[in-house]
Nanobody, 121 residues
Framework: QVQLVESGGGLVQAGGSLRLSCAAS????????MGWFRQAPGKEREFLTA????????SYGDSVKGRFTISRDTAKDTVYLQMNSLKPEDTAVYYC??????????????WGQGTQVTVSS
């Protein structure tokens, strides 16, 4: 079993910053990649960014390019999302995800519980 726990969400004014964390744990944990998604009420879950665990190769969705930065701490099995220049449109529940099983056909097989980010105008 793999557990992902997000933290760091909260209320922030437009233009402000937040840093989200997601710590992975589990028996014989193997991480291949981790990513961040978000979902606003009534909207589809949106890919934000991802990073490979071995090489640290990153990718970003268009909505967050230049504002959000993903990073990892391999020693802590933790991924971070630094969010700057936040906009009200960024308000959503933010989820982290991990690929821990190479036999799973999808890109991610484990998901966190989510953390709320609210950006006021």
């Amino acid at each position: 079993q793999v557990q992902l726990v997000e933290s760091g969400g909260g209320l922030v004014q437009a233009g402000g910053s937040l840093r989200l964390s997601c710590a992975a744990s589990g028996r014989s944990l193997r991480l291949y990649a981790m990513g961040w998604f978000r979902q606003a009420p009534g909207k589809e879950r949106e890919f934000l960014t991802a990073i490979t665990w071995g090489g640290g190769i990153t990718s970003y969705g268009d909505s967050v390019k230049g504002r959000f930065t993903i990073s990892r701490d391999t020693a802590k099995d933790t991924v971070y999302l630094q969010m700057n220049s936040l906009k009200p449109e960024d308000t959503a529940v933010y989820y982290c995800a991990a690929k821990t099983n190479l036999r799973y056909s999808g890109p991610y097989d484990s998901w966190g519980q989510g953390t709320q980010v609210t950006v006021s105008s």
